[in-house]
């Protein structure tokens, strides 16, 4: 698998808006859908914000890649087996920590190998700051739990901070930061793009999903998780709402299907249930549009 080659595009006079993709693991792919329609009605995506899984599609689309290779990608890269194989080290070090030593900066319960390579196959030594579209990934600083935005760089090492998931994959160090997952500080961060004066946005957004069934530790683990992280977007995006003067529009793609971490063999189904969301909001996203033009026009 060659790294991906990003197409080149041409923003003319279009209407735009900035993306923001919340966490969601292999349900960001919907964000592929949402682009592919945006496109489709001549909306420009000026800026992208990608947040722990979200942060792999957001690369993608700020890269330019169309639908058809993004899905490709996505069904090669995001597969079960980044995540099979156990770091046995790290849970004897939970054991005995004093005999083994235990390090923050190396500690994941799953061996993340696989993931560091198939990460540097598919993008190579893309920069964050070379991307067709100006890109933004979000990751949490581990000392004092601040979102960090990343906007330079290598795009692997940025991708791989913002999927460090706690516990199952280590922290990354990077640019003097020890980084993990996105989603801990800000599961949808709409408040990068407000920081670098979006005007309309439009978020597409993810629950965790709740654990049918809690018979192991690890699953224990995963439904705090996902409590956490589901009272934490909800406070987010009430107070984003609230606090700044851009449209804000969010798209929450409907899966009559339940849709596990890594089941890739659904992301066919992923993306259509996003381009379908957008669509439904298309017609209200261009009304908005036009009269941000027109206040443009009566402000200058």
């Known amino acids: 698998m060659g790294p991906v080659q990003a197409v080149a595009q041409n923003p003319g006079r279009q209407p735009a808006v900035t993306l923001v993709i919340g966490s969601g693991s292999v349900k960001c792919a919907a964000a592929i859908g949402v682009a592919q329609v945006l496109a489709e009605s001549g909306i420009r995506v000026e800026r992208v914000v990608g947040c722990s899984g979200g942060a792999l599609f957001a690369t993608l689309i700020a890269m330019g890649l169309d639908a058809d290779a993004s899905r490709e990608l996505t ?3 995001w ?4 995540a099979a194989t156990r770091n046995t080290r790290a849970m004897l070090s939970v054991l005995a920590p004093k005999l083994l030593g ?9 061996d993340d190998r696989l993931i560091n390579r198939r990460l540097r196959d598919a993008f190579g030594d893309l920069q964050i700051e070379d991307t067709k579209i100006p890109l933004h990934i979000t990751a949490t600083n581990f000392k004092d739990g601040e979102l960090v935005d990343l906007s330079s760089g290598p795009a692997t090492q940025a991708i791989r901070a913002s999927l460090a998931i706690p516990f199952a994959f280590a922290p990354v160090e990077l640019n003097g930061q020890l980084l993990v997952d996105g989603y801990v500080s800000d599961p949808m961060p709409v408040s990068v793009a407000i920081k670098h004066g ?3 946005i439009v978020a597409v957004g993810f629950e965790s999903p709740m654990m049918e069934h809690i018979g192991s530790a690890g699953r224990f683990a995963m439904q705090l998780s ?3 992280s589901n009272n934490l977007l909800r406070a987010r995006y009430a107070f984003n709402s609230v606090a700044h003067h851009a449209e804000l529009i969010t798209i929450i793609p409907e899966f009559t ?7 890739t063999d659904k992301v066919p189904y992923i993306i259509e249930a996003g381009a ?6 298309i017609d ?8 941000d033009a027109a206040s443009k026009v009566v402000a200058a």
């Open 75 to 77: 069904l090669r890269l």
């Open 79 to 82: 597969t079960k087996e980044i």
């Open 102 to 110: 235990f390090a923050a900066s190396r500690f994941g319960l799953r």
């Open 198 to 200: 979006a005007r309309v």
């Open 226 to 228: 996902s409590i956490m």
């Open 257 to 263: 299907q339940r849709i596990r971490l890594f089941d």
């Open 276 to 281: 379908q969301a957008a669509r439904e909001q």
């Open 284 to 291: 209200y996203l261009r009304r908005v549009l036009a009269d």
